[in-house]
């Protein structure tokens, strides 16, 4: 498995590993729906999203921000995320996508927001690191 849930305090973190940049985001991104629901259903259609920011905490940041976003206001969870990121002069950018789980079919914890709290995104010899903290 390519992430970790982790106690933390009343919230919950996601620490994550894999071979580049791209899976690291989507491990994240997946750590984050397990920490709403453990197993997820097979149901549900992919949707794309696209996210763009000055830095790369900022872009991770605001990817996982944007997938709470959906989550509410389409009241499906997503799953099986796949990320592509890439660097423009001064900016970061990620085009994503996600299948979408309705929440109706499932008893999920509701994970309110992510935080700055801890982050921390890292290349190592091994690929790249990260560490989420969400407020649940």
């Not at 106690?7 to 994240?28: E, I, M, N």
């Not at 992919?46 to 996982?64: G, K, M, P, T």
């Not at 929440?103 to 914890?109: F, G, K, V, Y």
């Amino acid at each position: 498995m390519p992430f970790e849930l982790r106690d933390h305090t009343a919230d919950v973190a996601v620490a994550a590993a894999a071979d580049d940049l791209d899976g690291a985001f989507a491990a994240v991104a997946d750590g984050l729906a397990a920490a709403c629901f453990e197993t997820v259903p097979d149901a549900g259609e992919r949707f794309e999203l696209a996210v763009e920011a000055e830095s790369l905490e900022a872009l991770l940041f605001d990817y996982l921000d944007e997938l709470i976003y959906l989550r509410d206001v389409r009241d499906e969870l997503p799953v099986d995320n796949a990320v592509t990121v890439r660097s423009d002069d001064d900016r970061w950018a990620l085009e994503a996508s996600a299948r979408g789980v309705a929440l109706e079919s499932i008893d999920a914890r509701e994970v309110k927001a992510v935080t700055y709290s801890e982050m921390r995104l890292e290349e190592t010899d091994d690929g790249w690191e990260a560490y989420v903290v969400f407020d649940v």
